[in-house]
């Protein structure tokens, strides 16, 4: 297998002379490249599955299920979730705790939490032949920012030294079922998990309800771009995770990533 | 014996380091504009106060220099509010844990960076701009920007991460020759620092030779820097009486709009 530019942009060669970047003449930063590439595009042994969707849309149920499964057949599996790397959960918290977050330093603290884990975690174990799971990718973060206010492309540049899933299903459940699931579960509704710093609505739910709303429609409006594996949401559990199984198999070559047995 | 009181000031001061009367300048408000897409919902033309920056290395003397621009402007009647690195609520403690254990990867660490740094800005810079302040910021965005394109971070990448940032009224880097930074150093503290001396870069396992190597390295990416953002290149290595009486005088010509 080839293992051509596994060097993602970001870290290159140090000391080497780079070419003198100006400001552009209305003062915006110059664009970075919008072409991204796969794992599989860019030489990596291991794969990426990511699912993305609302809260309440049940992509974690599925993912677990998608595990399971590989993990069963003695694959070798990873999974990762949004917003758990350690180093950086403290200050999250104490961020979220305190009110303390503005959009721009949410959106970093986030591209901060990713990159701790997609640097010391994600890119070493698709280096070393691993199917990586994830419950959220840089497309949460993409819907979620520019709701809360970020330009689309200064979020995007932000992530631009991560590479793309090579298989992403988006779990599309129509809003009020998503908003019913989360809302009949869990009655008290976290400050930035209800977008109460965008003062939609003095009423947590009703704020909830337009937030989740404004995500859903970024969701969809970045689905053809990045080649989302539509879901429908509403179906039963049994169902999805059947088109699911189906899905990596066609598209990834399973056998390949048998933990090797001792011979 | 005590001075006679007279109707007279001082007599005639030889140096211009002090103004001559008790009238206070009033700053002339001047366009100001983010290097790139800026704060949400944030209009830089609120910003009625003035942004002065001080970079450059430890021992470089900025320390020195920030202490008696700050005197010297409260005497002349600005209010003035300092900024620093590291120094936010939201994660400069973190950020400090992170530089200890020498845990976390390069993008990682850009990214905490830039956290601290945006986080100050938002709580303090731009409020303090907002209300009229002087802010005296003990390095800024070039310094972090440094050291990563030192470690061979994507410049590009970089550029629009600091897009968030305000261009500063002004900048001034106070350079020192690397063997010159060394003394200094030796004098002060009498070891050398892990990160000052970019022992993490493994430009050589001696740490004299690396930091001589790392700090040409940082001067070097400095000048280049300047070449684009245009800030004002002070020799330090000059009195520091002589120093700050010239970032005086630039920062006069900033309070009338020059």
Known sequence: MSTRNIERPVVGNPGASKPEIGLSPDGRSPSLPTVKLTFAEQGYPGRLIAVEGLDGSGKSTQIYLLKRWLEL?????????????????????????????TPTTFSLIHATDFADRYERQLVPLLKAGYIVLCDRFIFTAFARDVVRGCPQEWVRGVYSFASLPDLTFFFKASLEVSLARILDNRPSLKHHEAGMDLNLSP???????????????????????????IMDANQRIEEQQGIIRRLVSTHIDLDQYRVAKPS | MPPARSSRRKPATPARSRPTSDAVIVPRVTPKRFYGHGIPRVDAEDLTGKLIVVEGADGSGRSTQIARLVQWLEATGHHTIQVGLKRSTLVSEELEQAQHGNILSRSTLSLFYATDFADQLENTILPALRAG??????????????????????????????????????????????????????????????????????????????????QSLMLETFRRLQRSYGFDIVNGEGSPDDINAELQRRIEDVLRGR
Not at chain 1, 77 to 95: D, H, I, P, Y
């Open chain 1, 203 to 229: 009423d947590p739910y009703e704020s909830f309800r337009i937030f989740q709303g404004r995500i859903f429609e970024q969701y969809l409006a970045m689905s053809t771009e990045f080649r989302f594996l």
């Open chain 1, 73 to 101: 057949q003695g694959l070798k599996v990873f999974f990762s979730e949004w917003n758990s790397s350690a180093l950086v959960k403290s200050a999250t918290s104490k961020g979220k705790k305190q009110n303390l977050l």
């Open chain 2, 133 to 214: 302040s002087m802010v005296i910021a003990d390095r800024y965005i070039y310094t972090l920007m440094a050291r990563d394109l030192v470690r061979g971070v994507d410049e590009t990448w970089l550029r629009n991460l600091y897009g968030i940032a305000l261009a500063p009224d002004a900048v001034f880097y106070l350079e020192v020759r690397p063997e010159q930074l060394v003394q200094r150093v030796f004098a002060k503290n009498q070891s050398l620092d892990y990160w000052e001396s970019g022992m993490d870069l493994g430009l050589s396992r001696d740490m004299f030779d690396s930091f001589l190597r790392y």
